[in-house]
């Protein structure tokens, strides 16, 4: 089990934490700045190193009124062998007026035989930013193979604060289940092995965004598709979806679109977090 709450406000020019809480097998580490937008990066940490079976872990991530937060992890998400019952991670994520989150964990691994369930709930306002990116990946197995873990259930529901309350903008769901079929033909994972999604809501989300981010990763190894919800309350949500055989080639091509993102609408550099 592990929890964490973490309240991001806007202080002066620096968005900086008023509130945080850790218990258990979850944790994050002291805050530190990349450049002088004022914008916060933590970085979380699992100190298991991995999650088993039955393991929970509660996240729940507040960014106010103003504030910029950057949420990534010390290293990937591991999924070993969940014998009994599956891992679950429970994120909760809410945006303040003119709020800015950027989510940029390290792959996500599944290994031999886990199963793991990932549910994101998201809300959002009008004027808030949100930029979520992630890849997943089959982990090493004996016999060499790729898609020997049982399940992986992604759910993302992002909501948008109106007059009315919340109202549903996205609900992105990907169930990846290889012991009942071949998930790597046609239709599906189209002979790749690797998986990676960006997702994106913003005001300022449009067609012509959609069309560079497009031709953006033309130049990669990969198979991607772009895709855009509807516009509600002045915000439109983006989901990239791109199928590659490489962790470090969809690194590349979502490390482009981000830094896109970045210089365009905040006038900052491309990530570089230095982990390694």
Same mark, same amino acid.
Request: glycine letters at 10%; charged letters at 20%; a negative charge.
């Given at each position: 089990m592990?929890?964490l709450?973490?309240?991001?406000?806007?202080?002066?020019?620096?968005?900086?934490?008023?509130?945080?809480y850790?218990q258990?097998?979850?944790?994050?580490l002291?805050?530190?700045?990349?450049?002088?937008s004022g914008?916060?990066?933590?970085?979380?940490?699992?100190?298991?190193?991995a #999650?088993?079976?039955?393991? =929970?872990?509660?996240?729940?991530?507040?960014?106010? +009124?103003?504030?910029?937060? %950057? &949420?990534?992890?010390q290293?990937a998400?591991?999924i070993?062998?969940?014998p009994?019952?599956?891992?679950?991670?429970?994120?909760?994520?809410r945006?303040?007026?003119?709020?800015?989150?950027?989510l940029?964990?390290?792959?996500?691994?599944a290994?031999?035989?886990a199963?793991?369930?990932?549910?994101?709930?998201?809300?959002?306002?009008?004027?808030?930013?949100?930029?979520?990116a992630?890849?997943?990946?089959p982990g090493?197995s004996?016999?060499g193979?790729s898609?020997? #873990?049982e399940?992986?259930? =992604?759910?993302?529901?992002?909501?948008?604060?109106? +007059?009315?309350?919340?109202? %549903? &903008?996205?609900?992105?769901?990907?169930?990846?289940?290889?012991?009942?079929?071949?998930?790597t033909?046609?239709?599906?994972?189209?002979?790749?092995s690797?998986l990676?999604?960006?997702?994106?809501?913003d005001?300022?989300?449009?067609?012509?965004?959609?069309?560079?981010?497009?031709?953006l990763?033309?130049?990669?190894?990969?198979h991607?598709?772009?895709?855009?919800?509807r516009?509600?309350?002045?915000t439109?949500?983006?989901?990239?979806r791109s199928?590659?055989?490489?962790?470090?080639?969809?690194? =590349?091509l979502?490390?482009?679109?981000?830094?896109?993102?970045r210089?365009r609408?905040?006038?900052?550099?491309p990530?570089?977090?230095?982990?390694?």
């Amino acid at each position: 089990m592990g929890e964490l709450t973490l309240r991001i406000g806007q202080r002066g020019s620096r968005s900086v934490a008023t509130h945080q809480y850790h218990q258990g097998a979850l944790r994050v580490l002291r805050p530190h700045y990349l450049d002088d937008s004022g914008q916060v990066c933590y970085v979380l940490v699992n100190p298991g190193g991995a #999650y088993l079976g039955a393991d =929970l872990f509660l996240i729940d991530v507040e960014v106010g +009124d103003g504030a910029d937060l %950057l &949420l990534t992890t010390q290293s990937a998400t591991k999924i070993y062998r969940t014998p009994g019952s599956f891992a679950e991670q429970r994120m909760t994520l809410r945006l303040g007026e003119g709020a800015r989150l950027e989510l940029a964990p390290d792959q996500l691994i599944a290994y031999r035989e886990a199963s793991y369930r990932q549910n994101t709930h998201i809300t959002v306002q009008p004027s808030s930013s949100l930029v979520m990116a992630e890849v997943i990946t089959p982990g090493w197995s004996p016999d060499g193979a790729s898609f020997r #873990y049982e399940e992986l259930r =992604l759910r993302n529901e992002i909501l948008v604060e109106t +007059d009315d309350g919340g109202r %549903l &903008l996205a609900l992105d769901n990907l169930l990846i289940r290889p012991p009942a079929g071949d998930v790597t033909g046609l239709g599906f994972m189209e002979g790749f092995s690797h998986l990676g999604s960006l997702v994106v809501v913003d005001a300022r989300v449009n067609q012509a965004l959609a069309d560079d981010l497009h031709a953006l990763t033309a130049g990669y190894k990969a198979h991607t598709g772009i895709s855009l919800t509807r516009t509600l309350a002045g915000t439109t949500g983006l989901v990239l979806r791109s199928l590659s055989n490489s962790t470090a080639e969809l690194n =590349l091509l979502l490390g482009a679109c981000t830094a896109l993102l970045r210089e365009r609408w905040h006038g900052q550099e491309p990530l570089n977090l230095r982990k390694y």
